[in-house]
């Protein structure tokens, strides 16, 4: 009912910058908060940021916090992920996600999302 897709990861060196981006298509009518997770192999899929349907709400795992930049654009359906000083320990598989229920009282936790991307690969070298 709702896809969405993940764009604009790579490798990129330490201290750099990049922006995701994510197109939902579908019914996008019945998006409200959207948010970023992301996964390294072995681990589990770890909460970075979300934002509320008008964006003017955002919410941020510590370890990101004031290095990362969560934004969307509801004209274009899309939401952004803009990372700068990028770390090492950064690199991971992110995904966006999607929460159809007005009310999301738990952002940090998977199960609070209904639709997933299949993931961008972010690599930080040092």
């Known amino acids: 009912q709702v896809h969405l897709v993940e764009s604009g990861g790579g490798l990129v060196q330490a201290g750099d910058s990049l922006r995701l981006s994510c197109a939902a298509s579908?019914?996008?009518?019945?998006?409200?908060?959207m948010g970023w997770f992301r996964q390294t192999p072995g681990k589990e899929r770890e909460f970075v940021a979300v934002i509320s349907r008008n964006g003017g709400r955002t919410y941020y795992a510590d370890s990101v916090k004031g290095r990362f930049t969560i934004s969307r654009d509801n004209a274009k359906n899309t939401v952004y992920l803009q990372m700068n000083s990028l770390k090492p320990e950064d690199t991971a598989v992110y995904y966006c996600a999607a929460g159809t229920n007005v009310l999301v009282v738990l952002p940090q936790y998977k199960d609070q999302y209904d639709y997933w991307g299949q993931g961008t690969q972010v690599t930080v070298s040092s």
């Open positions: 579908g019914r996008t009518s019945s998006v409200y908060a």
